[in-house]
C-alpha cells in the first residue's frame, strides 16, 4: 500500500508564486508597515529628538552672529561640540517651525537608513538571487528596530548622514572623480571620519610601494581619494573660517581639546574605550589609561583594516572588511562614541550574515545571529542609569559588561577581521583558495565561492 503524497494547498502555492514574482514590491509593503509603526512608536514614546533641537539652535546662533561656542541650548545646556562648518550646515532647520522640522528630520534619516542598506549590501556584494531593492527594503524594516538606529531618530541624530557620505564614497569605482568628497566633508562636519582618510592613505602608500618595486608609478587610487578626502576637509574648514572665523578660530584652538563638553565619560551611552575604562577604573577621568589604550587598538584596527584592503581578490568582500574594520577602530578609540554613533553595526551585520551565507558554516550562522541580537538587544540600558547621578562610577562587574556590549563586539569583531586578513595574506594569488572580488561575482550561486 503507497502512501499518499500530500496536496499543496493552492492559495499556498499562489501566495508563493505572487512572492515570486513580486518580491521588491512585497518587501517595499514589509518596509513600509515596519516604517509605520517605528513612527507611532517614537510618537507614543514622545521622543524629544533633543540633538535636533541643539543643531537647529546652532543654526540661529550661526543665523544671528552670536558666539558658537558659548551657546547653550534646551532645558539640559547642551553646548556646540560639532566644528562650524556643521552649524553652517544647520542653518536652515530654522527656517521651518519645530514640528515641522521633526516630521521632515525623521522622514530623512529613514530615507539615509535605506541608503545605507543599500550601500552596505552594495559594499558585501549581495545580494546574488534576488533584486538589491527588496533586499534593502527587508534588511530596513528590520534595522530600524535596532537600538543605533532607533536612538538615532530618537534624538534627531546625523550618524546615518555621515555613513552615508562615507559608504558612498567607499563604494565607487577606483578613479572616480569625485570618490574621496564623501569622507571629507564628513570629517568636516564631525571629525571622526577623518580616520578613514588615513586608512586610505595607508592602504594608498602600501600598493605604492608594490608598484614602485614592479616599475610602476606609485600614484594609485587610494592615494588619490585620500588626498581629495584631504581637500574637501580643507575646503570644509576654509568655508567655515571665511565665514565664522571668531568661532573657527575658537573650536581649532581649544574647543577641539575639550572632550568633556560632550558629556560625561563614564556615562553608559558612552560605548568607546575610554568609556569603558572609567567605568572600570570608577573614575570619570581615566586619561592615561585611554591614551595608552586607545593608541593600541587605533594603531591594531588600521593594521587590521589596511590588510583586508590589501588581500584584494584573495578575501572576499574585502572592501567591506576593511571598511567596518575602520568604522569600528574609529567608534573605540574616540573620547566618546555614543550608542546611536554605532549604526555601522548594519554593515558589520550585514557582512557576517554574508559570510555565513557563503561559508554554510554553523558557527559564521550564529556569530552574525548573534550580533545582530546583540545590537537590537538594548542590553547596555539594563544597567542604572539616571542622567546627573552617575551610578556608573559604582558599576559592579556585571553592570561593567552590560555597559560594555558595543566595544566587546567591535573588539571581537575586529579580531575575526584581522584573523581573515592575514589568512587572506598569506595565500598566493594562484592557490585555489583565492576568490575574485564580490564585485565581479555577477549573480552566480554563493557555494562557488564556498571555502574550497
Not at 500530500?6 to 508597515?33: K, N, Q, Y
Not at 533641537?53 to 558666539?67: K, L, P
Not at 565665514?243 to 560625561?264: C, I, K, Q, Y
Amino acid at each position: 500500500m503507497t502512501a499518499t503524497q500530500p496536496t499543496s494547498d493552492p492559495r499556498t502555492v499562489a501566495l508563493r508564486a505572487f512572492t515570486a514574482r513580486r518580491p521588491t514590491m512585497i518587501a517595499a509593503l514589509a518596509c513600509l508597515v515596519s516604517f509605520t509603526g517605528f513612527w507611532i512608536a517614537q510618537r507614543a514614546a514622545h521622543v524629544s529628538m533633543i540633538d535636533l533641537m541643539v543643531y537647529r539652535a546652532e543654526g540661529w546662533t550661526v543665523r544671528t552672529g552670536r558666539d558658537l561656542y558659548t551657546m547653550v541650548a534646551t532645558e539640559a545646556n547642551l553646548p556646540t561640540t560639532y566644528p562650524p562648518f556643521a552649524a553652517m550646515l544647520f542653518a536652515p532647520l530654522t527656517w521651518l517651525g519645530v514640528p515641522a522640522m521633526r516630521t521632515l528630520a525623521t522622514a530623512a534619516n529613514l530615507g539615509l537608513l535605506l541608503v545605507v542598506v543599500h550601500l552596505s549590501l552594495r559594499l558585501v556584494g549581495r545580494p546574488q538571487r534576488v533584486p538589491r531593492a527588496a533586499t534593502t527594503f527587508a534588511v530596513a524594516a528590520v534595522a530600524v528596530w535596532c537600538e543605533p538606529v532607533w536612538t538615532t531618530l530618537r534624538y534627531g541624530q546625523i550618524n546615518l548622514l555621515l555613513a552615508v557620505l562615507v559608504l558612498w564614497d567607499l563604494t565607487r569605482r577606483a578613479g572616480h572623480r569625485w570618490a574621496g568628497v564623501g569622507i571629507g566633508v564628513a570629517a568636516g562636519i564631525k571629525l571622526t571620519p577623518a580616520l578613514f582618510a588615513a586608512f586610505l592613505a595607508l592602504v594608498g602608500a602600501a600598493q605604492g610601494w608594490r608598484r614602485l618595486r614592479t616599475g610602476r608609478g606609485v600614484w594609485n587610487p587610494s592615494l588619490r581619494r585620500a588626498a581629495v578626502a584631504v581637500a574637501a576637509f580643507a575646503a570644509t574648514v576654509s568655508v567655515a573660517a571665511v565665514a565664522l572665523p571668531r568661532d573657527s578660530h575658537n573650536f581649532w584652538t581649544r574647543m577641539v581639546f575639550e572632550a568633556s563638553r560632550v558629556g560625561h565619560t563614564e556615562e553608559t551611552a558612552n560605548q568607546s574605550v575610554r568609556g569603558v575604562l572609567a567605568r572600570a577604573l570608577h573614575t570619570p577621568d581615566p586619561s592615561a589609561s585611554w591614551l595608552v589604550t586607545a593608541a593600541v587598538i587605533g594603531v591594531l584596527g588600521l593594521a587590521v583594516a589596511v590588510a583586508a584592503a590589501l588581500a584584494g581578490d584573495r578575501l572576499p568582500s574585502g572592501a567591506a572588511w576593511a571598511a567596518c574594520a575602520c568604522a569600528v577602530t574609529a567608534l573605540l578609540v574616540s573620547p566618546v562614541s555614543w550608542s546611536h554613533h554605532w549604526v555601522w553595526c548594519v554593515p558589520m551585520v550585514l557582512l557576517l550574515a554574508s559570510e555565513a551565507l557563503r561559508r554554510r558554516d554553523p558557527l559564521w550562522r550564529i556569530g552574525a545571529a548573534l550580533t545582530g541580537l546583540l545590537f537590537c538587544s538594548f542590553l547596555l540600558w539594563a544597567v542604572p542609569h539616571t542622567p546627573g547621578r552617575r551610578f556608573e562610577l559604582h558599576q559592579n562587574a556585571g553592570e561593567m559588561l552590560l555597559s560594555a556590549v558595543y566595544p566587546l563586539a567591535g573588539l571581537a569583531f575586529l579580531a575575526v577581521a584581522g584573523t581573515q586578513a592575514v589568512r587572506a595574506l598569506r595565500t598566493p594569488r594562484d592557490h585555489p583558495r583565492a576568490v575574485i572580488p564580490a564585485q565581479s561575482r555577477g549573480r552566480r550561486s554563493d557555494q562557488a565561492y564556498a571555502d574550497r
